[in-house]
């Protein structure tokens, strides 16, 4: 079965520097997601993606954090300028569409240890 | 905005045990309905899901019925194995914008033999 991947599956980076998390939706999907889950809190919505454009983003997802669809299979998701609250563990969802009904596919997720 | 409460955890239960994780959720549309499970060490897989009211959705002896009048979802299974020791999410999905996944905080069930 397709699935969507990950990497890296750990990330450990220094506060203030930039970090580029990576995943390959499945193939034919269109919609693509980020969330996050803070240790011991809820996942969170980031952003949603398609056609090239954010849809729709959360409160959290600010000027620091950028996505980007660089080559058609890749869908990243950039930090700026990483601060120690950005840990979190990372996860990649996509979509064949958007409609509610139809269930995203997450990744394994990608742990962010901000030092 | 909307919102998904579960049942606090974590849930200890012995092998071939009734299990439900209650699930409540408040959304201003028509949601689907949705629950996840985390296995240790792996990402969010769909476990089953709802889209109507009085839907039920099914999958590896889990249930969980849509109930509008009550606003829940609670996740069911007859008789839980060693196996089922995971984390549960519940989530609905709006039918605006790009139909984000809103999750409640999870529920830690491990089953003992």
């Known amino acids: 079965e397709p699935e969507v991947t990950q990497t890296p599956s750990h990330q450990v980076t220094q506060m203030g520097q930039e970090v580029i998390l990576r995943c390959v939706p499945i193939s034919n999907h269109l919609y693509f997601y980020w969330y996050r889950q803070i240790l011991g809190q809820k996942v969170e919505f980031l952003v949603s993606?398609?056609?090239?454009?954010?849809?729709?983003k959360s409160e959290i997802f600010d000027d620091q954090f950028s996505v980007e669809r660089p080559d058609g299979s890749n869908f990243t998701l950039k930090i700026r300028s990483t601060k120690l609250e950005d840990s979190a563990m990372y996860f990649c969802?996509?979509?064949?569409?958007?409609?509610?009904?139809?269930?995203?596919?997450f990744g394994d997720g990608t742990r962010l240890s901000i030092l | 905005g909307d919102s998904v409460t579960q049942m606090e955890g974590p849930v200890t239960l012995s092998e071939e045990a009734f299990l439900t994780i209650n699930c409540t959720y408040t959304a201003t549309g028509y949601p689907s309905l949705f629950w996840y499970v985390q296995y240790p060490g792996e990402g969010l897989q769909l476990l089953l899901k709802?889209?109507?009211?009085?839907d039920k959705g099914s999958n590896k002896g889990f249930e969980a019925t849509y109930r509008k009048e009550t606003t829940s979802f609670h996740l069911e299974k007859g008789s839980v194995q060693v196996s089922d020791s995971a984390v549960y999410f519940c989530a609905l999905s709006d039918r605006r914008g790009a139909q984000k996944l809103v999750f409640g905080q999870g529920t830690r069930l491990t089953i003992n033999p």
């Open positions: 969802a996509s979509a064949w569409d958007g409609l509610s009904n139809q269930p995203q596919h």
């Open positions: 993606f398609y056609n090239n454009e954010i849809s729709e």
């Open positions: 709802a889209t109507k009211a009085d």
